[in-house]
C-alpha cells in the first residue's frame, strides 16, 4: 500500500465512506514559511505536519471543496487528488496592493513558481532607492548588486545588528506578534568624545535607573541602553564574543564596539575586565558596589591593566563614586551624588 494511513473525516458518516474524497495533502517543501497556526481545526491543519505526507485523507463534499478555497493559485497546486501545498503569497499581494495604493512604483523581481522556496517580497523601489526582501540574510550581495540607500527588510532587533556594516539605512519588521518596526539611520550623529561619555552616564545612569521598575541590575542595564541610544549608538545587550558574554555593549553606526559595559550588584570586577576587554572597545564600564573606597586601589593596582589598549570606567554605585583610568593610572575623578537643595528657612516675625 503507498500509503502508511488511510484517516476518515470527522463530518463523514461511516456508513458513508464510500461517498468520500480521497485526497493526499503534501508540502512541497521540508519548510514552508508561511502555514496555518496549529490549533486550527479539519483541512487547514493537516499542512502544519510533516507526517501528513503519506497519510490518505477521505473526506466529507465540504472538507472537499474548502481545499480550492484556502489559498490561491501559486499556494495551493492539484495534480490529481494530490493537493501539494509550496507557500502563500499573501504578504506579496498585500505589500504590492499598499504600493500601488499610494502610486509608489516598484520592480518585482520574477520567480519561478515551480520553485520550491520562493520568496514573498522581493522588490525594488526605483524612486525611493530603496529594495524590498523577506529575509535579513546574505544582504550583502544584495547591496553589492543593487547599490541602494536602503533595505526594508524581517527580522528581530538582533538581526538589526546584523545590517549596520552594509552602509545603508535599514527598516526591519519585527516577524513576531508585537509590530515592531527597527529603523536604523546611517547618517546620525554618534558621540564619540570618550569624556563626553563618560560625563553623560555619571550625569543620567542614577535617574534613569530610578525612572525604571524591577531589580536593580536590570534597572542599570536598561539605564545604560537608554543613555547608549541617546548618544546616538546601538545597544545589544548580552553579546557573546569568545566564550565571554558582556551585559551590554554600544555600537556605532559601522557595528564597531564604542563601549562594553558590565553591571555588577556586588563588589566583583575581575572577570568583568576580561569580558569587556574581549569586547574589543574604545572605553570600558564596569559598575561595582564597594562600602569603602578600598576597591578603587584594588583596581589600579590590578596588573593586567598595565597593557589595557583602551580607557576604563570604573563606578563604585554604592557610593556614588567614579574614576577614569588608563592603564593603571587614575586620570580622572567624578563625584556623582546628586547636589542638595537649600532648605527654605522660615523664620517668626
Given amino acids: 500500500m ?8 470527522n463530518h463523514l458518516d461511516p456508513e458513508a465512506v464510500k461517498d468520500s474524497y480521497a485526497v493526499l495533502l503534501t508540502l512541497s517543501a521540508r519548510y514552508v514559511r508561511y502555514v496555518y497556526e496549529p490549533g486550527l481545526t479539519s483541512v487547514e491543519q493537516l499542512w502544519t505536519k510533516e507526517t ?6 477521505l473526506l466529507c463534499p465540504e472538507c472537499s471543496s474548502r481545499i480550492e478555497t484556502i489559498g490561491c493559485e501559486d499556494s495551493i497546486r492539484r495534480e490529481g487528488f494530490v493537493y501539494r501545498h509550496s507557500f502563500c503569497p499573501v504578504r506579496q499581494v498585500t505589500f504590492e496592493q499598499l504600493l500601488q495604493k499610494h502610486n509608489i512604483r516598484f520592480v518585482a523581481q520574477q520567480t519561478d513558481r515551480r520553485s520550491l522556496f520562493q520568496q514573498g517580497l522581493n522588490h525594488r523601489l526605483p524612486d525611493l532607492h530603496t529594495i ?10 544584495l ?6 540607500m536602503c533595505i526594508l527588510t524581517f527580522g528581530t532587533k538582533r538581526d538589526m545588528v546584523r545590517c549596520l556594516g552594509l552602509g545603508t539605512h535599514v527598516i526591519m519588521v519585527d516577524e513576531g506578534d508585537s509590530g515592531q518596526i527597527f529603523l536604523f539611520d546611517k547618517d546620525k ?4 568624545s570618550i569624556d563626553n561619555i563618560v560625563q553623560a552616564i555619571v550625569e543620567k545612569i542614577e535617574r534613569y535607573s530610578d525612572e525604571i521598575r524591577g531589580k536593580e541590575h536590570d534597572r542599570l542595564v536598561a539605564a545604560f541602553q537608554r543613555l547608549g541610544q541617546e548618544l546616538g549608538f546601538v545597544v545589544q ?11 551590554l555593549v554600544w555600537l556605532d553606526r559601522s557595528a564597531n564596539v564604542h563601549a562594553a559595559i558590565e553591571v555588577e550588584t556586588s563588589a566583583q570586577w575581575k572577570k568583568d575586565i576580561v569580558t569587556t576587554w574581549e569586547a574589543s572597545p574604545k572605553l570600558a564600564v564596569i559598575l561595582t558596589h564597594y562600602k569603602t573606597d578600598k576597591g578603587i586601589d584594588d583596581v589600579i593596582q590590578y596588573k593586567l591593566l598595565e597593557s589595557m ?4 570606567l570604573m563606578i563604585n554605585y554604592l557610593l556614588k563614586k567614579a574614576y577614569l583610568i588608563e592603564g593603571q593610572q587614575i586620570v580622572k575623578y567624578y563625584d556623582m551624588t546628586k547636589p542638595k537643595k537649600a532648605e527654605t528657612q522660615i523664620s517668626e516675625v
Avoid at 309 to 312: A, E, G, M, T, Y
Wanted: hydrophobic content about 25%.
Fill in 143 to 148: 547591496v553589492q548588486i543593487a547599490q541602494p
Fill in 52 to 57: 501528513g505526507k503519506k497519510e490518505l485523507r
Fill in 2 to 9: 503507498p500509503f502508511e494511513t488511510i484517516r476518515i473525516c
Fill in 189 to 192: 550623529k554618534v558621540e564619540e
Fill in 237 to 247: 545587550p548580552e553579546l557573546q564574543e569568545k566564550g565571554t558574554r558582556v551585559d
Fill in 132 to 141: 524590498v526582501t523577506d529575509s535579513s540574510r546574505d544582504l550583502e550581495n
Fill in 309 to 312: 589598549p583602551h580607557k576604563l
